[in-house]
């Protein structure tokens, strides 16, 4: 007998809690088993896959308020180590904030442009020295 939509639902969110807890594929299978869901191997790989798919819909869901609530966790911890004029630790926290919301650049952010440009005065400079053997 075919699974309906809502036992499926519920077995990807029992595949989802074992793999939070880290359960290795052999255990998920035993599991499914004593859960007599009497289903494959195969479709099991197919319930940890919605699993990852539901995980990363989650993530993605709630990524806004996550970041929002890092903020204003690392502004408290900045404002207490304010307070006890712990400057390395308040450095740290403006570090890590920073980093957070991707304030610095990247450090490959302009290499890409800065390899273009050197690649063209390469590009004179051979050909300079080509002329100039021509010449020769």
């Known amino acids: 007998m075919k699974a309906t ?7 990807v969110e029992a595949v989802l ?13 035993r599991y499914g088993s004593e859960k007599g869901w009497a289903v494959s191997e195969r479709q099991l790989q197919k319930y940890i896959r ?9 993530f993605e869901k709630d990524r806004q308020k996550r970041i929002d609530r890092h903020v ?6 900045y404002r207490q180590a304010m307070k006890l004029a712990d400057y ?10 920073a980093k957070l919301l991707d304030l610095f650049p990247r450090a490959d952010a302009d290499a ?3 390899c273009a440009e050197m690649e063209k005065k390469l590009d004179h ?8 053997a021509e010449k020769v």
């Open 112 to 114: 890409l442009p800065r």
């Open 72 to 77: 204003s966790m690392l502004r408290n911890l």
């Open 88 to 97: 390395r630790t308040a450095l740290a926290v403006l570090d890590s904030e």
């Open 5 to 11: 939509k809502a036992t499926i639902q519920a077995r």
């Open 50 to 58: 919605a699993s990852d798919r539901l995980i990363a819909r989650r």
């Open 17 to 29: 809690r074992l793999r939070l807890d880290g359960v290795p594929f052999r255990e998920v299978v």
């Open 125 to 132: 400079a051979i050909g300079t020295c080509g002329r100039c």
